[in-house]
C-alpha cells in the first residue's frame, strides 16, 4: 500500500489523537474476553467525506480497548469514481491507524463498486467476487456478490456452506434480504434465493448495509439480520415502522463492533458520537445445548451496560 | 363447401396454406430458441477467446496493493479490445434472433408477484440512460452504479464466463465486460 503525503499523515496525526478521546469517552458492553473473536462491520462508507472521517476516528478510538482483528465492509466501499486517488481517499486515508495496527478488511461489492475491487489485497477478497474465509476454527464467514446473484454463485454458497458443518456461519453483502428502510427497504427477490440455503444450513447471522441506517431486525426464521448502512452515509428518518425492527438508528452515523465467544456472538453499535446505540447477544443457531425457551437467532438485551 | 368427392375445401386450403408458410422465409428466419442460445453462447465465447488473448498483450489484472496497477491494466485491455473490435457493430452478440429470444425469456420474469419484486429490484439504483454511452467498447463510467440484476433474470438467461456479465440500465441491457470495463454489445427496450 502506498504511504499518504506527509500532510496527510499530520491530519491523521492530529485524528488519531482525536480518536483516543472519543475512545476514553466510549463504554464498551462486550466481554472483552481473551481468546475470543473480535472484529468490526461497517457499511457504505466510501465516500472519502467527512462523516466518513468521523466513524473511521471513532471506529479506531476503540480499538484500543476492543482489538478486533479485522473489520467487515458490507458494500460501497468506494462511491463514485473509483479511480487510484479515490482508493486512496475513500479507504487508505480515513482507515490507516487502522490498518497501519494490523488490522484486516474483508470486504463485500456494493452497487456502487467496481467488479474489479477484488483485485485490490487490502480489500482480501483473494481476485473473488464472492468467497469465503475462516478466521478461526468454529466460524465461517461468506462474503457475496448481491449485485450480481448468478447460478454459479448460488451453488457455490450451497457447497460451501454444506462443508462447513457445525461452525458459526456468518454471511455479509450489501443488499439487506429484510429492511425497514424507505428508500430501498427489503429485497425480496434476493431473500427468494438465498434465505431457503440460509434456513437449511443453519446461518446464524446475517449482516448488510444499502440503506443508510443501522436496524437491527427481529430473528427472521431464526437467522438475525442486521443492516449497518451507516458508517459514512446516513439517510435521517428513513426507518418505516413496519414491524421488522428490533432496534433502529437513522438519526446518525455509526458501526458495529462484535467478539464471539462459544455459541455467543456479542456485539455492540456505537455512534459517531461514541454513544452506544445498541448491545446484546447472538446465540449460535442449531446449538446443541440451547434452552428450550430460546430459540435459534435469539438476540439477549443486556439491562445495563457494563463498565 | 364440398367437392364432388365429400372433401371439404376449407382443411385442404388450410393445410395447402401451413405447407406453404413452412416453407416461406419467414418462417424460415424463426430459429428455434435453442438454436439461436447456441449461438449466442459461441458469440460470447467468441469474445471470450479473444479477451484470454488480448489480455496476455495488456499488463495482468492481478492482485496488487496499487489500484494504479488495477487501472492500468483495465485501460490497457480496453484499448487492445478497442482495435481488434474496430468493426463491431451494436446487434453482432445480441443478434435480432437472440433479441427475440431474449425478450421472451425476460418478460416470463416480469409476471406475478415476482414479477413485481424483479422490477423493483431493476428500479433499484439503476444508472440514468443519459449517463451511460451505449458505444460498442465504450468505457462504463466509473461514477456510475452498476445496476443490481435480478436472480430471477440469470436464471433464465444463458450463463456467461467469468468476466463477462448482464447488466442493466433502465430497460436497456447491456453485455458488460468487467476485465476492461467495456460495454460490448446492448440490447436497447430489453423490458417492456
Redesign the interface.
Known amino acids: ?2 504511504t499518504p503525503k506527509p500532510n496527510t499523515l499530520t491530519a491523521l496525526l492530529v485524528s488519531v489523537l482525536a480518536a483516543g478521546i472519543i475512545a476514553a469517552a466510549q463504554d464498551l458492553t462486550l466481554p472483552r474476553k481473551q481468546g475470543s473473536l473480535k472484529f468490526a462491520v461497517i457499511g457504505d462508507t466510501g465516500t472519502g467525506d467527512s462523516n466518513q472521517a468521523r466513524v473511521a476516528k471513532v471506529l479506531w478510538g476503540t480499538h484500543q480497548n476492543f482489538p478486533y482483528e479485522f473489520a467487515l465492509m458490507v458494500g460501497d466501499n468506494i462511491y ?5 486517488r ?3 481517499k475513500k479507504f487508505e486515508i480515513p482507515y490507516k491507524p487502522i490498518l497501519d495496527a494490523g488490522v484486516k478488511f474483508y470486504a463485500a461489492l456494493g ?2 463498486d ?3 475491487q477484488r ?4 480489500f482480501n477478497m ?2 473473488q467476487r464472492f468467497y469465503s474465509f475462516k478466521p478461526k476454527n468454529g466460524v465461517r464467514f461468506f462474503a457475496l456478490d ?7 454463485q ?1 451453488q457455490w454458497l450451497e457447497k460451501e456452506l454444506k462443508a462447513s458443518g457445525s461452525d458459526w456461519k456468518i454471511a455479509f453483502f450489501h ?1 439487506p434480504l429484510y429492511s425497514s428502510g424507505e428508500r ?1 427497504g427489503s ?4 431473500k ?2 438465498l434465505e431457503p440455503l440460509f434456513q437449511k444450513y443453519s446461518v446464524d447471522l446475517v449482516l448488510t448495509g444499502h440503506d443508510h441506517v443501522y436496524e437491527r431486525i427481529k430473528a427472521q426464521r431464526g437467522i438475525t439480520y442486521f443492516v449497518i448502512g451507516n458508517s459514512a452515509k446516513l439517510r435521517k428518518g428513513d426507518l418505516e415502522d413496519i414491524g421488522l425492527t428490533a432496534k433502529g438508528f437513522d438519526a446518525g452515523y455509526g458501526f458495529m463492533l462484535a467478539e464471539l465467544d462459544g455459541d455467543q456472538m456479542h456485539f455492540q453499535v456505537i455512534s459517531d458520537q461514541a454513544k452506544t446505540i445498541d448491545a446484546g447477544v447472538v446465540l449460535r443457531n442449531r446449538q446443541p445445548n440451547a434452552p428450550a425457551d430460546a430459540p435459534p437467532g435469539t438476540v439477549t438485551i443486556p439491562k445495563k451496560p457494563q463498565k | 363447401m364440398q367437392t364432388s368427392r365429400g372433401w371439404s375445401v376449407v382443411p385442404v386450403l388450410a393445410l395447402i396454406l401451413a405447407a406453404m408458410w413452412v416453407t416461406s422465409p419467414a418462417a424460415q428466419a424463426q430459429k428455434p430458441d435453442a438454436k439461436v442460445l447456441t449461438e449466442f453462447k459461441a458469440k460470447v465465447e467468441a469474445y471470450d477467446t479473444l479477451r484470454k488473448d488480448l489480455q496476455k498483450k495488456a499488463p495482468p ?8 496497477e ?2 492500468q491494466a ?1 485501460k490497457a485491455f480496453a484499448q487492445q479490445v478497442r482495435v481488434a473490435r474496430a468493426n463491431a457493430k451494436p446487434g453482432d452478440i445480441f443478434t435480432p434472433d437472440t433479441q427475440r429470444v431474449f425478450k421472451r425469456l425476460l418478460n416470463s420474469t416480469l409476471k406475478g408477484d ?1 414479477g413485481v ?2 422490477k ?2 431493476l428500479k ?2 439503476r444508472p440514468p440512460a443519459s449517463k451511460i454511452p451505449f458505444e460498442i467498447n465504450g468505457e462504463y463510467p ?2 456510475q ?8 433474470m ?2 433464465v438467461l444463458p ?1 456467461l464466463p467469468e468476466n463477462v ?1 448482464y447488466r442493466f440500465v433502465g430497460k436497456h441491457l447491456l453485455l458488460y465486460c ?1 476485465r476492461g ?1 467495456l460495454i460490448i454489445d446492448y440490447m436497447l427496450n430489453a423490458i417492456p
Do not use: F
Not at chain 1, 463514485?80 to 487510484?84: I, S, W
Open positions: 500500500m502506498r463514485g469514481a473509483d479511480n487510484p479515490d482508493y486512496e452497487n456502487h467496481s467488479p474489479n483485485l485490490y489485497k487490502p483473494n481476485g448481491s449485485n450480481y446473484m448468478d447460478p454459479e448460488l443488499h430501498h429485497d425480496t427477490a434476493l427468494d434465493q | 489484472l492481478k492482485k496488487t496493493d496499487d489500484p494504479v488495477i487501472a483495465e415476482e419484486e424483479n423493483h429490484v433499484e439504483d466509473k461514477d452504479p452498476l445496476s443490481t440484476v435480478p436472480p430471477d440469470l436464471k450463463m456479465q468487467t470495463n
